[in-house]
Antibody, heavy 125, light 111 residues
Framework: EVQLVESGGGLVQPGRSLRLSCAAS????????MHWVRQAPGKGLEWVSGISWNSGSTGYADSVKGRFTISRDNAKNSLYLQMNSLRPEDTALYHC??????????????????WGQGTTVTVSS | QSVLTQPPSVSGAPGQRVTISCAGS?????????VHWYQQVPRTAPKLLIYVNNFRPSGVPDRFSGSKSGTSASLAITGLQAEDEADYYCQSYDSSLSCWVFGGGTKLTVL
């Protein structure tokens, strides 16, 4: 079964850090570009970050650039999101997602066809 | 305010046809970037509904179709069913922002 399972969310104070993980199974992980997408409570989807199959290229939304870092370990079939200097507006459900076709995070994309159920990040004092 | 603009809500009776628009600009849809559509039932993960403007992943009924023209795209749903009640999002790449962008989402109500 093709599956993505996120972990690492929780309650954290503003300014602190958190590292999210996403465990992939059921597909050849290093064939595909991967993404993090978040959804604040009652709000829509927001793309956060993407990474190519070999970590050679990454991209970030302006709202997280310079604070968040995406990475992957193909040997462990895992995707990560290091989140520093967290702000209350980062409070959201964070999903990892796989590109349907592309090994890149931004070219030749066929959309995101596999999503995890998400891990909740709450930034509050 | 989203880079891609969708109507907040649409509705239709069972069996009817509805369309959801996604208005972009010359830096995303109008620049030739593909549009993907997602369906999200509350409290579940999004599901890829249409990819590359008008292709359906396996398992998606042919009641769902996508189109793209100029700086806009549309999702059409025919033969509305109660199970279609969900939030729908369009997605494209924006060259000015160098990132993926989603529309604000459209809530479909089946009357």
């Amino acid at each position: 079964e093709v599956q993505l399972v996120e972990s690492g969310g929780g309650l954290v104070q503003p300014g602190r850090s958190l590292r999210l993980s996403c465990a992939a199974s059921g597909f050849t992980f290093d064939d595909y570009g991967m993404h993090w997408v978040r959804q604040a409570p009652g709000k829509g989807l927001e793309w956060v970050s993407g990474i190519s199959w070999n970590s050679g290229s990454t991209g970030y939304a302006d709202s997280v650039k310079g604070r968040f870092t995406i990475s992957r370990d193909n040997a462990k079939n895992s995707l990560y999101l290091q989140m520093n200097s967290l702000r209350p507006e980062d409070t959201a459900l964070y999903h990892c997602a796989k590109d349907r076709y592309s090994s890149s995070w931004y070219t030749n994309s066929h959309g995101m066809d596999v999503w995890g159920q998400g891990t909740t990040v709450t930034v509050s004092s | 305010q989203s880079v891609l603009t969708q109507p907040p809500s649409v509705s239709g009776a069972p069996g009817q046809r509805v369309t959801i628009s996604c208005a972009g600009s010359s830096s995303n849809i109008g620049a030739g970037y593909d549009v993907h559509w997602y369906q999200q039932v509350p409290r579940t993960a999004p599901k890829l509904l249409i990819y590359v403007n008008n292709f359906r992943p396996s398992g998606v009924p042919d009641r769902f179709s996508g189109s793209k023209s100029g700086t806009s795209a549309s999702l059409a749903i025919t033969g509305l069913q109660a199970e279609d009640e969900a939030d729908y999002y369009c997605q494209s790449y924006d060259s000015s922002l160098s990132c993926w962008v989603f529309g604000g989402g459209t809530k479909l109500t089946v009357l």
